[in-house]
Each structure stands twice: as C-alpha cells, then as structure tokens.
C-alpha cells in the first residue's frame, strides 16, 4: 500500500537525503539528463530546509521514499526563476512554485502524481497564492538522446489546468550525463490560477 503525505518542518528536513537520491535517480532520464551530485543536491535542497512555508510531499512504499515533490512561495527561488516571469506582469508573492516531481518509473500511473500536485495547491491556497507554477525542460524533438516511443507530460499538466506562460523561460544550469562541466538549460513556466 502506498501512502502519500505532506511533510513540512523537521519531518521535511529529514527526508530531504532520501529526496537527494531520487532526484538523481529519475532526472538521469531523459529530458533531464542530469549527472546527478550529492553536493549540488545539498545547496540545490537548502532552500526547503529554509524556507517556513516550503512543503515536501513524500509517496512512500512502507518505510522506503519512492516518489516526493516539493514546493515554496516563487520568491523562495526568485533568484533562480523569477526573471523568467518578468514580462508576465505578475507579481511573484501571488505565485506559488511546485518544484521538482520524482517518482520512481515502477510507481507511475496509480494517481501519486495527482496527489502531489493536489497537497502542494492546497499549500499554495493556504499562503493564500492565486497562482501555481513549474518548470518543464525544454529539448528539440529530434535530440538524440530522445527515447523511442517518448511522451511528455504535457496531457497530465493540462488536465490539471496548466499551460505554457507564454514568454517565460527560465534558464538553469546542471552537469549533462558524460559532461565535465554545469550548462545551461531552458526551462518553460507552465501555470494555473488557484
């Protein structure tokens, strides 16, 4: 039976090693790509440990951590996204941002995705936020590393009410499978209001 709950504060902070690991797990995948780094998780996930208002919403197999996505008020990663809504005219203290989704491929398709996108809109109403807002990598549709049979998530994002904001990109860095060195990466804002 998986179990899927909010955790905030010191219950939050605990299992941020474990969130560590998934994020590099299922980010090697493809449209990220990523080479994944302890040390870099750790100043990347700093910022939930920080933040009062940060959620963490962790899907667990008994006692082990298959799935979690986390989410702060957008001024929390201002420095890292918050240009990218610029020329949205809208002010970041009304938008909340749901940061990274990670589960486990084994665990897909049973729901566990609606609940963390549902417990971090509940957060966002709560701080009283009329947006919620992520980023999704963007890659070419002919990129090599593109596997066969391929699906973004774009269908599941728009069910739930997102859409591209138009014009906002933001732009990321992280080390590439086999690279040597962090490079840049665009990201697309998708959006809904709450």
Not at 38 to 58: F, K, N, P, W
Not at 94 to 107: N, Q
């Amino acid at each position: 039976m998986i179990r899927v709950e909010r955790l905030t504060g010191a219950a939050l902070a605990r299992a941020l090693p474990d969130v560590a690991r998934l994020r590099i797990a299922v980010f090697r995948a493809y449209p990220y790509l990523y080479e994944g780094d302890a040390a870099y998780e750790e100043r990347y996930l700093q910022v939930y440990r920080e933040s009062a208002d940060a959620i963490l919403v962790g899907a667990y197999d008994g006692d082990d951590l298959i799935g979690a996505a986390t989410g702060t008020p957008m001024e929390d990663h201002a420095g890292d996204f918050g240009a990218a809504f610029a020329e949205s005219g809208i002010a970041l203290e009304r938008i909340f941002y749901c940061a990274e989704s990670v589960l486990l491929p084994a665990y897909r398709g049973r729901g566990i995705g609606h609940r963390f996108f549902d417990l971090r809109e509940a957060q966002a109403r709560a701080l009283n936020r009329d947006f919620a807002a992520f980023c999704s990598v963007v890659r070419p549709k002919d990129h090599p590393a593109r596997p066969e049979g391929y699906q973004p998530l774009d269908g599941f994002w728009r069910k739930r009410g997102y859409a591209p904001l138009d014009g906002a990109v933001a732009s990321f860095d992280w080390t590439e499978i086999g690279a040597a060195e962090e490079s840049a990466h665009d990201l697309q804002v998708w959006m809904r209001a709450l």
